[in-house]
C-alpha cells in the first residue's frame, strides 16, 4: 500500500482510485476498467468523478468522506475500515484452488531451496511489506501459529514488489507474497525466474471494493459486474479480475488477528 499524500488542488470533489495493484503496464486498463465503472455508477444514478485519482495516499481516499470507490485490503478493513465506510464485495481473481471471492498468499523462496517447507524457514529471514497487510503479515503470520510459531519481522520493506527483491538478492529468505502480486511479478519481473512458490497460505476474503459510509452496495456490486463484462478482452486479461462477490463483513472480522511485527525480534 502507498503512503498517504497530499491531494491536488484541482482534484475532483468525489474520489475514486484503484490503488492495490498498481502498475506501469497495467496503468491503461485500469483507467479502461474505471471509465466502465464510472459510466454504470452514472447509469444508477450515482456520482462518479471522471478519472482515477493516481495521487491520492490510500488512507486519505479510504477515510474521506468524498469517496466514491477503491479497493482494500481485508486488514485494514476490519483493523480501522468497517465502520467508516461500506463494503461493495470482493474481487474474484480466479485464483487457483480458491473460492470465489477468496485469495492466499504464495511463500515464496529462491529457487534453490525449492525442495523445503515454509516450516523450514520458522527462524529464517522473512520479508514483509508492511504490519498491515493481510497477505504479507497477517495471513502468513496466522498460518504459522497453527503450526507453533512465527515468523521473525526480519525486513520491512513497504512492497510486495520490495519483498520478493529481497528474496532474489539475498537479504531475505523468505516472504509471503499476495497470489495476484506474484502473478503479476511472474509476468513482468526478470528477476522472479530465479524465485519460486513452496506453499500457500489459507484463504481468506479478498481485496475488496469500498464507497463511503451510508451507501446501499447493491447498485456499485452491479456497477462493477456490468463494467467487467464491458472491458476489452485484453484489459480484463491484464487485470485477471473476473468477479465481484458480496461476502459478509462478519467473515472479514472473524479473521484472527496476528501480533504486529516487532522489527528484528527473534522467533518464537
Not at 88 to 97: F, K, Q, R, S, V
Not at 176 to 197: C, H, K, N, P, S
Not at 207 to 231: E, H, K, M, N, V
Amino acid at each position: 500500500m502507498r503512503a498517504s499524500g497530499s491531494r491536488r488542488a484541482d482534484s475532483p470533489a468525489m474520489i475514486a482510485s484503484l490503488p492495490m495493484y498498481t502498475r506501469p503496464e497495467l496503468r491503461a486498463a485500469n483507467a479502461a476498467f474505471w471509465v466502465q465503472i464510472r459510466d454504470a455508477l452514472r447509469a444508477r444514478a450515482l456520482e462518479a468523478p471522471d478519472t482515477l485519482d493516481l495521487e491520492i495516499g490510500v488512507w486519505e481516499a479510504w477515510e474521506s468522506p468524498q469517496l466514491c470507490f477503491s479497493q482494500t485490503c481485508n486488514f485494514p478493513y476490519r483493523a480501522r475500515l468497517h465502520d467508516a465506510v461500506t463494503l461493495i464485495g470482493a474481487a474474484d481473481y480466479g485464483l487457483e484452488g480458491a473460492a470465489p471471492g477468496h485469495y492466499y498468499s504464495a511463500f515464496v523462496v529462491r529457487s534453490e531451496d525449492a525442495g523445503k517447507r515454509p516450516e523450514d524457514f520458522a527462524t529464517a529471514r522473512f520479508a514483509f511489506n508492511e504490519g498491515l497487510s493481510q497477505s504479507g503479515w497477517a495471513s502468513p503470520q496466522n498460518w504459522a501459529a497453527l503450526r507453533g510459531f512465527a515468523f521473525p519481522a526480519s525486513l520491512q520493506t513497504g512492497a510486495h514488489l520490495q519483498s520478493a527483491r529481497a528474496v532474489a538478492d539475498g537479504r531475505a529468505d523468505i516472504a509471503a507474497i499476495d497470489a495476484v502480486t506474484w502473478r503479476l511479478l511472474q509476468r513482468y519481473e526478470g528477476f522472479a525466474a530465479g524465485l519460486t512458490a513452496i506453499g500457500r497460505t489459507d484463504h481468506t476474503p479478498a481485496l475488496s471494493f469500498i464507497t463511503r459510509a451510508g451507501q446501499d452496495p447493491a447498485p456499485y456490486r452491479d456497477a462493477i459486474t456490468q463494467a467487467i463484462a464491458a472491458l476489452a478482452p485484453e484489459h480484463r486479461q491484464a487485470i485477471g479480475i473476473e468477479a465481484v462477490i458480496a461476502i459478509p463483513a462478519a467473515t472479514y472480522l472473524a479473521i484472527p488477528t496476528p501480533p504486529a511485527p516487532k522489527i528484528g525480534a527473534a522467533a518464537s
